[in-house]
């Protein structure tokens, strides 16, 4: 099987400081990764250098493209990357705010990325945006409202809802639940997993709530100082631990 | 006349304006930046159009203002009679006689020729900006073709209104590339933009750009599939004339709420009523109220 | 179906000292199809843990663990996953799932996991949670909020809904009444009976003399005298 995301030794400096540092991995169709690790261990470095929101200074993102197969993205041209940005990619922001666009309704939102890849019918837009307001759980009569009307947790999930509709493969997520309300948290992590099984979408999970990464991933990789210091299955990891830092990570969580 | 350059900017100003028009013909519809001058008169009066002007106008030139198509407002009278003075070209209120038109917010009805020059005032050059307010983002936007964004505008016109409710400033498609704003012309002066004789020059001041549209260009209203562009106007006739054709300003003449249509080019208007034109508005054909 | 050849696990405390922990040495066994085995042994022998690394829960550090025809020691993350989605079931002491979600999709979600339809999966479902009276009020509710003999019976239906061909059972008969034990236990016969070899922990000797054709006693891989 070909990976959908092959990451060879992805390195980015911030000067003479190190952001992350010779990070390879691969991912396949339907895998769900997370990384964790705490602030400043250089997770989110490492997920904006694969998005392509960020350049490494060294290293490839190997992507298996629908029509051209395997395809480094960090040496594509920039239009072909953003496409990809587009359609087979999606991400999602901590922030809702920093993934929507909060002047514009909830429908138009979602039809963003439709029409963004030649969508030009009004209609057939805003059925499937009603239709994925639908399936984020967002009640179809707030399609002319805008985001700003919004609370916290449907805001995350529209943002949800505008990345997936041009059915992505490959899904970025900046902690997604994080600064939400416990109870919202766990609704917007069943979502997540029920689409991510019907859909079949590969996933990177960026995140320091190792409750989310049980829940949602299926392989982790435990960051310290931009590099990778331990990787491996999900519950394995968290439950037998085998890096000093990892350890300490896990024995550190509070039990409820 | 020793008092001004001709046309009151330096040579050296207007040779760098030309090659910016150039470069604009060059790529129709791509929104060249220029080095704005501060001009005698306030930003939004205008100070695009009157550096493009200033650039193109020769002494043997006959230059014509029109705002919101008439002749004889405040904004056209100063425009012209400060290029009468600093140019000291011959001005005009006939389309047909005139080679250079400087205009805001309309295109004149009767069809321009082939050695005319139609220059626009323009407010906010960029279509994407209500959306997208990073410029480096809306450049980036523009050079990759990635105008998706332009049609969320569209959207959430229908979404709100039920039918595309922008009705100036209508963005439009130059010879399948770039997305242009037409300047706040009536959507109705659209159809106009596309295949015309004349050079068509765009100037926005205080943004500092400059763009174009060489004759006989391509020019496409966006819209949907299933909400196709249409160039609307007020379904009335023009009071003095008589004319159906034409753009309409509807005017309000006296406390009672008494309205008046008629046309908004002056110049249009006058022309159909020295032809012996007549409408029922004209002193002595008023209908009864 | 299952053979352990020389495996050995230790854990290493990096921050108490770097203290090494050697838990199991030298472990080799086999279980095969329709074969059901008993860990025994006292409290803290190992028990447990061999039946977590086995599930690849537990990294071990040396030998082999083969399910069909993965090696666990080594195999990639996705290909353990897949192994426990279509090969390995597991059913443990405690019920761990996303809050909110009703009880009848977590019995079904390993068989939507595979592939199987929403209707046919809640049917499977439907059936073992009514086998094990579940009452069928609570179907739509979450589990996390059930008691504890209901969570670990909601557990054992969500681990029956497939018919794994490996399954490891960590006391599956613990704290439930006769009539539910009695249920449990004829499950783990019809598992046994279409071919399913099963590793499993028992206290409840009667159990353990009814479906086990086999005992290992885990003490026997306990390192002597290490720590």
Not at chain 1, 188 to 207: E, F, H, N, Y
């Amino acid at each position: 099987m070909t990976p959908l995301l092959s990451v060879h030794g992805i390195t980015k400096h911030y000067g003479t400081h190190i952001g992350c540092a010779d990070v390879s991995f691969d991912l396949y169709p339907g895998e769900v990764m997370g990384i964790v690790g705490e602030s400043g261990s250089g997770k989110s470095t490492l997920l904006n250098c694969m998005a392509g929101h960020l350049a490494p200074d060294a290293g490839a993102v190997v992507f298996d493209t629908r029509t051209d197969g395997p395809k480094d993205t960090v040496t594509m041209s920039e239009p072909e990357r953003r496409m990809l940005g587009r359609t087979d990619w999606a991400f999602v922001h901590q922030h809702a705010r920093d993934g929507l666009r909060m002047g514009v309704s909830a429908g138009g939102n979602v039809g963003e990325r439709l029409m963004a890849v030649g969508e030009r019918h009004y209609g057939d837009i805003r059925n499937r945006a009603t239709d994925w307001l639908d399936r984020v759980e967002i009640d179809a009569g707030r399609v002319d409202d805008r985001p700003t009307t919004f609370s916290g947790g449907m805001q995350q999930r529209l943002q949800i809802a505008r990345n997936l509709v041009t059915g992505p493969r490959l899904v970025f997520m900046d902690e997604p639940t994080g600064g939400l309300d416990v109870s919202v948290q766990a609704r917007l992590l069943d979502l997540l997993r029920g689409l991510v099984r019907d859909m079949g979408l590969s996933a990177i999970i960026v995140t320091h709530d190792l409750a989310v990464v049980r829940l949602l991933a299926d392989r982790l990789m435990v960051m310290k100082s931009g590099r990778v210091v331990e990787a491996g299955l999900t519950d394995q990891v968290l439950d037998d631990p085998q890096h000093a830092y990892s350890q300490l990570l896990v024995s550190s969580v509070l039990q409820v | 006349m020793t008092d001004y350059n001709f046309a009151y900017l330096d040579e050296q100003t207007k040779r760098m304006i030309r090659r910016a028009i150039l470069k604009g013909l060059a790529i129709p519809g791509y929104q060249v930046p220029f080095a704005s001058r501060e001009m005698p008169m306030p930003y939004g009066w205008g100070t695009g159009g009157v550096q493009v002007s200033a650039a193109v106008l020769t002494p043997e030139d006959t230059f014509k203002v029109i705002d919101q198509g008439a002749d004889d407002t405040t904004n056209a009278v100063s425009i012209r009679s400060f290029f009468e003075r600093t140019a000291g070209v011959e001005t005009t209120t006939d389309t047909s006689a005139a080679s250079v038109i400087q205009t805001r917010h309309r295109i004149p009805e009767e069809p321009l020729k082939e050695d005319q020059i139609l220059v626009y005032q323009v407010p906010i050059p960029e279509p994407l900006r209500f959306l997208e307010p990073r410029e480096s983002e809306t450049r980036k936007m523009h050079s990759l073709e990635e105008y998706g964004l332009m049609h969320v505008k569209l959207y959430e016109d229908i979404s709100r209104h039920g039918h595309i409710a922008t009705s100036y400033a209508y963005p439009v498609k130059v010879e399948g590339r770039y997305v242009m704003d037409p300047s706040p012309i009536p959507k109705f002066d659209n159809p106009k933009l596309g295949d015309m004789a004349a050079i068509q020059l765009f100037g926005a001041g205080r943004e500092q750009r400059i763009y174009a549209l060489p004759p006989y260009t391509q020019v496409v209203s966006l819209d949907f599939e299933d909400h196709p562009f249409e160039a609307s106007k007020a379904d009335q006739v023009c009071g003095l004339c008589g004319a159906e054709d034409s753009y309409l300003d509807e005017v309000i003449i006296d406390d009672a709420g008494g309205r008046l249509f008629c046309c908004s080019d002056t110049d249009y208007c006058l022309g159909r009523r020295n032809a012996g034109h007549q409408g029922s508005s004209l002193p002595g054909n008023e209908v009864a109220a | 179906m299952i053979e352990l050849k020389n495996v050995s696990k230790t854990f290493t405390l990096h921050n108490q000292g770097s203290a090494i922990i050697e838990v199991t040495n030298d472990v080799s066994l086999k279980v095969s199809a329709g074969e059901c085995v008993a860990l025994t042994g006292a409290s803290g022998a190992g028990k447990s843990t061999l039946m977590r690394m086995i599930y690849g829960n537990y990294l071990s550090q040396a030998g082999e663990i083969r399910i069909g025809d993965v090696d666990l020691v080594r195999a990639e993350p996705r290909e353990v996953i897949a192994l426990r989605r279509e090969i390995l079931g597991y059913v443990s002491q405690f019920l761990r799932v996303v809050p909110r979600v009703p009880t009848l999709e977590v019995v079904a979600e390993p068989l939507r996991a595979i592939g199987i339809g929403a209707e046919e999966a809640e049917e499977r479902a439907q059936s073992l949670l009514a086998q094990l009276n579940i009452p069928q009020r609570l179907w739509s509710l979450s589990p996390t909020t059930f008691s504890g003999g209901e969570q670990q019976r909601v557990n054992i239906a969500r681990g029956f809904a497939h018919s794994y061909p490996a399954m490891l059972l960590d006391e599956p008969t613990a704290s439930l009444d006769a009539t539910n034990r009695e249920v449990v236990l004829s499950l783990i016969e019809a598992a046994k009976a279409r071919g399913a070899a099963i590793i499993g922990i028992f206290h409840d000797e009667a159990a353990r003399a009814r479906v086990c054709d086999r005992e290992i006693d885990v003490s026997r891989f306990t390192p002597k005298a290490a720590a």
